[in-house]
């Protein structure tokens, strides 16, 4: 039976004070990362997830950063959204990823949970990975070795999702950070959404990032989400713009790419015809706005 | 299996032996017998199980109650200060914000967190903090008004 009052399946928690003992403690079959639980208790709720035991993880110290260390901006997998967003750095450097994670449900979503766990969670419409993927990020991974330690590796972002509510975790793995690197002095990013009212998940989403050389856009990205079964970058809007002069119908004409590198399909929130016919509308408003950050004149 | 764990609730402590499964929205309702934290939608939509924990509005019903250990939560019992209102209930009642009530304590905890860090807040910042909110009677209207009349009421007090 399912019920969103209580919670029917069994299951043992644990609150590891350090890296190392959660890292541990996930490597048994059925054990699950808790974060700030607002997408895990749902699918619990619903019996769409049966861990056999939680490992919390806020409050673990190796985790609970937000830091710029080596010319990256490095947010670990226990900081929270609202945490995130108001962080000088991430204001300052990031405006648009401080955006995407402002629209991200109610005040107290924020205050419980993290960016790594919107990642985790995989939905293909979630609101961070659009951005965070034309801002060049990187996923960075870790699991206990026994007693060789904890281990890490990193990988970009767009090589994380493997498909709707996947990504390339495997069991006694968890996301230790995620990084982004500073942005160059003439560089700009955008984040767009649609949705019914301001608090439901997305209908369609996207960011844009522009690195800038005088009138002319030197590098693009472009990024989609609730379109494709992952968050998916759109390579034709960007070849389409590298070392491109600027100037309005550019940016309208290869908006209008958009259509070849999307495969929406038609769900409860829309439908596949709306998302083809406003996703060229919104990445030409996320590419203009982007241009405009980076310092272009219009 | 029982997890030990305290909860501090509105200044008290509780020791307490919960399941792992346990959310906390009904440990405060139906173990420690505090029944003005609401259960709405249960899956993070309405807000109307906002309390605060150390300071900061969060979802009762979507918190397990062992992840709470040790930490403040506060809830709209914990308002009333020597048999007076706070000011932020006095405001609700004067401003005519409350209908049905149901969503009331979520709001005013999500307002009380919005005020305990920004004493003057405007009404985008008022309707910022209490996004999580849904309040099905009253349009908001009266809701963004009774919050600006309490920071005002606060602001005054302090100034005494």
Redesign the interface.
């Known amino acids: 039976m399912s019920?969103?009052?209580?919670?029917?399946?069994?299951?043992?928690?644990r609150?590891p004070r350090r890296l190392e003992e959660a890292l541990e403690a996930l490597n048994e079959e059925g054990s699950q990362v808790?974060a700030?639980?607002?997408d895990l208790?749902?699918n619990?709720?619903i019996n769409a997830v049966k861990p056999r035991r939680?490992v919390?993880v806020?409050g673990i110290p190796e985790l609970e950063f937000i830091s710029v260390e080596g010319g990256r901006l490095i947010v670990g997998a226990a900081a929270l959204l609202?945490d995130i967003e108001h962080n000088r750095q991430v204001v300052s450097r990031f405006p648009a990823l401080a955006e995407a994670i402002n629209v991200i449900?109610?005040?107290?979503?924020r205050?419980?949970a993290t960016l790594a766990g919107n990642l985790c969670n995989a939905s293909p419409g979630a609101d961070t990975p659009p951005i965070l993927l034309v801002l060049d990020a990187e996923v960075e991974i870790c699991w206990s070795n026994g007693g060789a330690g904890a281990q890490r590796s990193r990988l970009p972002l767009g090589g994380f999702f493997t498909g709707p509510k996947k990504t390339v975790l495997k069991q006694g793995q968890m996301v230790h950070s995620v990084s982004i690197p500073l942005p160059s002095e003439h560089s700009g990013a955008a984040f767009r959404r649609l949705a019914r009212v301001?608090?439901d998940i997305a209908k369609i989403n996207c960011a844009a990032c522009i690195e800038r050389d005088g009138d002319t856009v030197q590098r693009a990205r472009i990024a989609l989400g609730s379109v494709a079964p992952t968050p998916v970058r759109a390579p034709s809007i960007e070849k389409a713009l590298e070392s491109r002069r600027y100037s309005g119908e550019l940016f309208q004409e290869a908006a209008e790419l958009v259509e070849e590198d999307i495969a929406p399909i038609d769900d409860v929130r829309s439908t596949a015809e709306y998302r083809r016919q406003i996703a060229s509308l919104l990445v030409r408003e996320a590419l203009q706005e982007a241009w405009r950050r980076s310092g272009g004149k219009e | 299996m029982k997890t030990a764990i305290t909860l501090n609730v509105n200044g008290k402590e509780y020791p307490l032996e919960v399941k792992a499964n346990e959310i906390l929205l009904n440990v405060l309702r139906d173990r420690l017998g505090l029944m003005g934290t609401k259960y709405g939608c249960g899956i993070g939509e309405c807000g109307a199980c906002t309390v605060l924990l150390d300071g900061k509005a969060i979802l009762s019903c979507q918190t397990l109650a062992f992840t709470a250990d040790g930490k403040k939560i506060a809830t709209i019992e914990g308002l009333e200060q020597n048999g007076s209102l706070h000011p932020l209930q006095q405001a609700f009642i004067d401003e005519g914000a409350v209908q049905c009530g149901y969503c009331t304590p979520g709001m005013i905890l999500s307002a009380k967190a919005l005020l305990d860090i920004n004493a003057d807040p405007s009404n985008q910042e008022i309707k910022q903090a209490i996004r999580g909110n849904l309040c099905r009677c009253t349009g908001y209207t009266n809701i963004v008004r009774a919050i600006k009349t309490a920071s005002k009421k606060i602001n005054d007090q302090g100034r005494e």
Do not use: A, P
């Open positions: 019920s969103t009052r209580v919670i029917s399946v069994d299951f043992e928690c609150s808790l700030g639980g607002t208790l749902n619990i709720k939680l919390y806020l609202s449900g109610g005040t107290q979503i205050n419980m301001s608090l």
